[in-house]
């Protein structure tokens, strides 16, 4: 408690003052929740509106049980944000006790990925295993704060390889206020009694930056201090400024980060002190500022420009060609996700299509090369030999392959290239409103892009200079109906099943082979403004006639060591969205489609990813938009 008015002494409790606020605000360095950036770049908190806030959960891992020893740690990815436990001692029973608040919105996420790994200071970090655990129904089915146990599955198998024990409990408004309250207040008991003198009290309204507030402190004091002995209790003055900020906000600056608070929203005001101030339970708070569980487990902080496209569009796709790594969302836990590319392929791709002199190579003979490369390596992943590549591949995407959902065996497939275009299991990929043909669904598993109008897709992703839909589609086929249409982006990843699929109920009208390049189709090439890969490389383009949303062109593009593009389906068949259309074989390799102007609504959650130049991981099936037919009628 603060005791003396002199000047040594208020000199000295603002500099304690000024060197707890520089803690909380290093400790708060990387850690916003949600990420977007206001013209000075600035990252900022999104704001919630009272009818999608649903609350603060407070989630803590407190330990596991593994089978064998190790230094271990842990990781929590929700959304757009990822954190980390700090590493355990050596041991089978890891304990972290550590914790973290997550908002939660009615149209939010609400599933949560923990993963688990072992730790090697001579090799990477390894996921050994994780579990996935929706966060409102685990608040639901257990009481506030329990313990609970989850099995931990093998990134590849699904085997169990242990239990992770953790609680979550969902966090009461008001008290939140209160108990950020109580926080603050701490900052000036500067002799930890939990006490506070006026002198105390006034310091912590200074940074508060309120000058009414200011003007006010003495009456605001005297109306916690009941017995008028010049002293109160941090628990009284809590209460009492948590009633003062419902009836008139006191405080306009966060007293952690500095940032103005709008005074005029006071829900946001009290989420972004809530989570930029962490109460503190005694348990360890986690660390932030990571986009996945992989960059956390290696202790990346490279800021979110450098990991994907979610600033301004220039900064965003200048970051995004250069990149080292490739972030997608998730559509269905709407988590981020790291895509794995062989860092010596990145740095070749970045030479030969970020750069003049890589594109001049590819016009004196580099083209030629790319072609045999292909040819060659279809040969190789068809011999006998090539299926003792299959396990290395697995294990390189353990965690982005599901071999339970493969129609066979692992031991079934003679070649690599068998394993490539393996078949699912019957249902694996439920299709969106099969009984409306009104809906189309996504054609492919893969990193979708998707646009309503071309010069969308020009903005925000292709950087070609030369690219255009009648360069897309070819000389034989006439362009018109699809001029300035809608256009959607699948683009299969070699960890992908490489099956596609149709999109929309009609007929196949025709198929129309496109020779050209095999430029690879990785963004680093189609943010190229270098290099045209969509219009130069060898293409099959469909034309599919519907009764819902015209002729909708579906466009196979080969890539780097794809040579083959496959189609089971024949000109004049009837085909019903869902149904398989071809395969890829091995390689990365896309699909476009285009469809008629003003014909298709595309979903908004696609066109606001796409509108940050960000890529939506989206599975066979699920719903890419609907018939403007159908909203014409409803009208």
Same mark, same amino acid.
């Given at each position: 408690m603060?005791n %003396?008015n ?5 000199e ?9 606020l520089?803690r909380f ?6 850690l916003r ?5 206001n013209?000075?770049?600035?990252v ?6 009272v009818?999608d ?10 330990g596991?049980?593994m089978k064998?020893?190790d230094k271990?740690l ?8 990822t954190f980390r436990t700090e590493?355990s001692?050596?041991?089978e029973?890891p304990i972290?006790?550590?914790e973290?608040k ?5 149209n939010? &996420?609400s ?6 790994f072992?730790?090697n200071?001579?090799s990477r ?13 685990f608040?639901?089915?257990e009481p ?14 699904s085997?169990?390889v242990?239990?992770?024990f953790? *609680?979550c409990?969902i966090?009461?408004p008001v008290?939140?206020?209160?108990r950020f309250?109580k ?9 930890e009694?939990?006490q506070l ?7 912590l309204i200074r940074?508060?930056?309120?000058l ?13 201090d ?5 002293v109160?209790s941090?628990?009284e003055?809590?209460?009492?400024l ?6 008139e906000?006191?405080?306009n600056?966060? &007293?952690?980060? %500095?940032?103005a608070?709008?005074?005029?929203d ?6 972004h ?7 503190g339970t005694?348990?360890q708070?986690?660390t932030g500022?990571f986009?996945?569980?992989r960059?956390?487990?290696y202790g990346?902080?490279?800021k979110l420009?450098e990991?994907t496209?979610l600033s301004?569009?220039?900064?965003g ?6 990149? *080292?790594h490739?972030?997608v969302i998730?559509?269905k836990t709407?988590?981020?996700v790291e895509e794995?590319i062989d860092?010596?392929?990145v740095l *070749?791709?970045?030479?030969i299509?970020?750069s ?8 004196q003979?580099?083209k030629e090369i790319?072609q045999?490369?292909s040819e060659k390596?279809g040969k190789?992943?068809n011999s006998?030999?090539s299926?003792q590549?299959i396990?290395?591949?697995l294990d390189f995407f353990k965690d982005?392959i599901?071999?339970?959902?493969v129609?066979?065996?692992l031991q079934?497939f003679?070649t690599f290239n068998?394993?490539f275009?393996?078949e699912?299991? &019957? %249902?694996?990929r ?13 054609a492919?598993d893969?990193?979708l ?5 071309v ?5 925000f ?8 839909i009648r360069?897309l ?9 699809f ?6 982006i699948?683009?299969?990843a070699p960890?992908d099943?490489h099956r596609?699929?149709?999109?929309v109920?009609?007929?196949?009208q025709k198929f129309v ?6 430029y690879?189709?990785n &963004?680093?090439?189609v943010?190229?403004k270098?290099?045209?890969v969509?219009?130069?490389n ?8 519907t009764a819902?949303?015209g002729?909708?062109a579906f466009v196979?593009i080969?890539a780097?060591?794809?040579g083959?593009i496959n ?6 068949d009837?085909?019903k ?11 990365g390799s896309t699909v476009?489609?285009?469809f ?9 959650d696609?066109l606001?990813n796409?509108?940050?130049?960000l890529?939506?991981l989206?599975s066979?099936?699920?719903?890419l ?5 159908t909203?014409a009628g409803?009208?």
């Open positions: 603060g %003396g002199s000047r040594e002494g208020k000295s409790r603002r500099s304690r003052l000024k060197q707890k520089q605000r290093t400790q708060r360095h990387h929740t949600r990420f977007s950036r013209v000075a770049g600035v900022n908190q999104r704001a919630v509106t009818e806030f649903s609350g603060i959960a407070l989630l803590t891992l407190i596991a049980d064998f020893k271990w842990a990781c929590v990815s929700f959304g757009e944000q590493i001692d050596t041991s029973k972290w006790n550590s973290k997550l908002l939660l919105e009615k939010g &996420p599933l949560a990925r923990v993963s688990v072992e730790t200071r001579l970090n390894k996921i050994v295993g994780y579990c996935e655990l929706d966060i409102f129904d608040v639901v089915q506030e704060s329990a313990c609970k146990s989850f099995d931990l599955l093998d990134p590849a198998s085997n169990v242990g239990t992770i953790l *609680s409990a966090e009461d008290e939140t206020e209160k309250a926080r603050i207040l701490s900052v000036v008991d500067y002799n009694d939990g003198s006026f002198s105390e009290f006034s310091d940074a508060f930056g309120n009414v507030a200011a003007n006010k402190k003495e009456e605001l004091f005297k109306a916690a009941l017995n008028g002995d010049g109160v941090i628990d003055l809590a209460a009492l948590a009633l003062q900020q419902e009836k906000p006191i405080i600056n966060c &007293p952690v980060c %500095g940032e608070l709008q005074l005029t006071k829900l946001n005001a009290m989420i002190m809530t989570l930029c101030f962490d109460e005694g348990n708070v986690m500022g986009l996945t569980d960059q956390a487990s990346w902080m490279f420009s990991w496209h301004t569009y220039d900064v796709l200048n970051t995004g060609s250069s990149a *080292s490739i972030v998730d559509r709407k988590r981020l794995l860092s010596k392929i *070749s791709m970045r030479a299509y970020q003049k002199i890589g594109l001049r190579l590819m016009d003979g580099a790319l045999r490369l390596q190789k992943m006998v030999e299926a590549k396990p290395s591949f982005q599901n071999m339970a959902e129609k066979y065996p079934h003679k068998e394993f275009i393996r699912l299991k &019957p %249902g694996a439920p299709i969106a409103y099969m009984n409306r043909d009104d809906v189309a669904v996504c492919a893969c990193r892009m998707a646009f309503q109008s010069e969308d897709s020009t903005r992703w292709i950087k070609g200079r030369k690219f255009s360069g589609l070819g000389e034989n086929v006439t362009p018109n109906a001029l300035d249409g809608s256009l959607v699948f683009r299969l960890q099943y596609f699929h149709v999109p109920s009609g007929v196949i082979d496109v020779s050209g390049s095999l690879t189709v &963004p680093i090439a943010n190229s270098y290099c045209n969509f219009t130069e060898k293409r099959t383009v469909a034309i599919i006639s819902e949303f002729k909708v196979a080969g780097t060591m794809v083959s189609f089971v389906r024949k000109e004049g009837h085909v969205k869902g149904d398989e259309l071809g395969y890829f074989s091995f390689g476009i489609c285009v008629e102007k003003n014909s298709i609504r595309i979903d908004e696609l606001a796409s509108g940050r130049s890529e939506t989206v066979v099936g699920m719903q938009g609907v018939s403007t037919r909203f409803s009208t």
